[in-house]
């Protein structure tokens, strides 16, 4: 009898998960399950670039790897792009602000999924990812080279020389020096768009939930299921943070102060449209691939607004968990510290033009850590970069 019960336990154990995770499909409404759905599929298509004639071609690809750390792009020839987008530090540099030649106003946000991105930097000073690459190497805070000495650093190097003309058809030779400029920087596109994310507990959630699988579901945390909740329900954050990437892609006002220092203020997405509307190197520019398709169309009809003053780029959150600290200043050192943000807000910092999106939370100490749980699921499991370039591949000819 004992051992018939010992079975009996024992069939009641293995199958209890499964029970409960059928349960657990119960739990989400029609709403909810289609605000689930939402986030993914995931890892997305491979993104391509009708502005930028070598987007996701192999060839510019690794030549925009070799430039990504080539530090004689730099003024002083000791910088390269990984200066603050280091490999080892999710593409980041996990400072406050960044550091280049000085420190600069803003965070270096992370290059994970930059390529999915319309706008580019906290602004959206730049409306494609090759225009974004050129501003650091010719900013004096950060790289601080010339045009001329980027132009001229290509020529005289004879397989990077090489590298150019297979690519773009043209030996630097032949091109002017903002033309060298701006294919450095499709070059450098190109390899950044390469650099997608992989697939987190929530992925193996979302998926499991779309097909009905009870067992699939019942491996993703409780903490973190309760924290998806709060955060597509009572949190409104997916408002903002929605789609594959967990960003609108736009730009927002979160109460975050923006001051630069005392007397100075970061103008935002304000300042940020004026400068794409003075850039020769925007989506509309003779340097464009394509002036006249649908990716245009924002760039065409971006107004700087009253309102726009003070926002800043709605990030991505997936790998979230790795790349502290968060808000346009760096001014958040923990994920802790971006949900207690938001529980507690101090709704006199916000624009009161148009819709109230954001209110305090008012969360309990339970439901902050559920929310944290939840933002923790959507980083994946670290791999280190190899680069495909090693000092010993064979000379371009």
Same mark, same amino acid.
């Given at each position: =009898? ?17 029970l409960?995770a #059928? ?15 939402? &986030?993914g ?18 060839d ?6 070799? *430039?990504?750390?080539d ?7 000791? =910088? ?19 550091v280049g ?12 999924n930059?390529?999915t991105?319309?706008w ?16 650091p +190497?010719?900013?004096p805070?950060? =790289? ?7 132009a001229?650093?290509?020529?005289t190097?004879?397989?990077?020389s090489?590298?150019?003309?297979k690519? @773009?058809? !043209?030996?630097?030779?032949f =091109?002017?020096d ?12 190109? &390899? ?9 507990p929530f992925?193996? &959630?979302?998926?499991a939930?779309q ?8 491996a ?11 955060f597509i ?12 990437t &967990? ?26 449209i004026?400068? *794409?509307r ?5 989506? *509309? ?23 726009? @003053?003070g ?13 502290a600290?968060? +808000?346009?200043?760096g ?10 943000? #938001?529980?507690?807000?101090d ?7 148009g ?5 305090p939370?008012?969360? !309990? ?8 749980? @939840? *933002?923790e699921?959507?980083s ?8 495909r ?9």
């Amino acid at each position: =009898m004992a051992r018939r019960w010992q079975i009996l336990l024992a069939v009641l154990g293995a199958c209890l998960p499964l029970l409960l995770a #059928y349960a657990n499909t119960e739990e989400w409404s029609t709403a909810e399950r289609r605000a689930i759905l939402r &986030f993914g599929p995931w890892p997305p298509a491979p993104s391509r670039d009708a502005s930028n004639r070598v987007s996701g071609r192999d060839d510019a690809i690794l030549l925009g790897e070799r *430039l990504f750390f080539d530090r004689r792009l730099s003024g002083g020839r000791n =910088m390269g792009c990984d200066w603050c987008h280091a490999p080892q530090r999710d593409w980041s540099d996990g400072f406050q602000r960044g550091v280049g030649r000085d420190v600069v106003d803003r965070n270096t946000p992370s290059l994970w999924n930059v390529g999915t991105r319309h706008w580019l930097g906290w602004d959206g000073a730049h409306d494609s990812l090759w225009s974004q690459s050129l501003r650091p +190497m010719v900013d004096p805070r950060e =790289m601080n080279a010339t045009t001329r000495q980027i132009a001229e650093r290509i020529r005289t190097d004879g397989d990077l020389s090489c590298r150019y003309e297979k690519v @773009f058809g !043209t030996a630097p030779a032949f =091109m002017d020096d903002e033309q060298v400029l701006v294919a450095t920087g499709k070059a450098l596109a190109a &390899f950044q768009e390469t650099l997608v994310s992989g697939r987190t507990p929530f992925d193996d &959630f979302r998926d499991a939930l779309q097909r009905g699988d009870a067992a699939g579901q019942a491996a993703y945390p409780d903490a973190a299921r309760r924290g998806l909740k709060l955060f597509i329900g009572k949190g409104r954050c997916s408002v903002c943070h929605v789609g594959p990437t &967990f960003s609108n892609g736009e730009f927002a006002d979160t109460g975050v102060p923006f001051f630069v220092v005392p007397g100075r203020v970061d103008p935002g997405r304000h300042g940020g449209i004026a400068a *794409l509307r003075k850039s020769p190197f925007t989506r *509309l520019g003779a340097h464009s691939d394509d002036t006249q398709g649908l990716d245009t169309l924002r760039t065409r009809h971006v107004e700087p607004q009253h309102r726009n @003053f003070g926002e800043f780029a709605v990030p991505s959150l997936r790998n979230v968990a790795r790349t502290a600290p968060y +808000m346009h200043a760096g001014s958040h050192a923990t994920l802790d510290d971006v949900v207690r943000h #938001y529980s507690e807000l101090d709704e006199e910092r916000l624009h009161a033009d148009g819709e109230r999106i954001l209110r305090p939370l008012r969360l !309990t100490a339970q439901e902050s850590n559920d929310l944290v749980a @939840f *933002l923790e699921s959507l980083s994946d499991t670290p791999k280190p970069f190899v680069r495909r370039t090693a000092d010993t591949d064979p000379p371009c000819r």
